[in-house]
């Protein structure tokens, strides 16, 4: 599954949906978390359990609600039989969380997208989604229910950049998905006004390592895409550095356009070429 861009999409708002499907995003994720209130979460579940039975264009997933709340219960027992895509479970905390709600599930559960940051103890088990791979369809992190839950004014500095300690739970979060084996999907950028800022937000995440992000609105996933894939010139030099081991099968490093490339270069010229390919 090509998850580049995942389109939130409040699952309250059954009018959105349509325009949703159709921004270009990779996946959407039809929320009942946080955008929806507590009155509406049955007629939240019943819209996205509505469209999961119509023909999908696009990969669904659903955010459930928490597991330690009183309404992941019906959330599955509204959208399983809709077969979605993947499940988004928010405050997950380590594999015992994944764990927990493949329980629930039973037979044949859709992958599992954690949001692994939301809690302060969920910091402490980013290394252990690594015994759920099989599982996962990748790791996400949050970065505004974190600071809530232990008095931060703020995860972000005045430019927008964000503080030491979420950019620790950023980092994290890269390297466990990493070890998992998973997509490192980046978090969400709040400002839809701001595509400049949102174009140098979407190339820090791909340089770092990330794989595709989150999105709030249908204007910032053309961007993301974008950001995500890699360039033509990125294609040739990855083929050229393919093609130049495999004319020294037995190299250990090779000189290219003047500089040396060994095999980390290689591998991940082999990942360009991956991602190229969508």
Known sequence: MTLRSLLFVPGDRPDRFAKAAASGADALILDLEDSVAPERKAQARAAVADWLAGDR??????????????Q???????????RPDGLVLPKAEGAASVRALLALIGDNPPPILPIATETPAAIFQLGSYAATTTHLAGLTWGAEDLPAAIGAATSREADGRYTPPYEMVRALTLFAAHAAHVPAIETVFPRIDAPDALADYVARARRDGFTGMMAIHPAQVATINTGFTPTADELAHARAIVAAFAANPGAGALQLGGKMIDRPHLKQAQQIISRGGR
């Open 72 to 82: 992941t219960v019906a959330d599955l027992a509204a959208v399983l039989p809709g």
């Open 57 to 70: 264009t696009i990969p669904g997933f659903v955010r459930v609600n928490p597991l330690d709340g009183d």
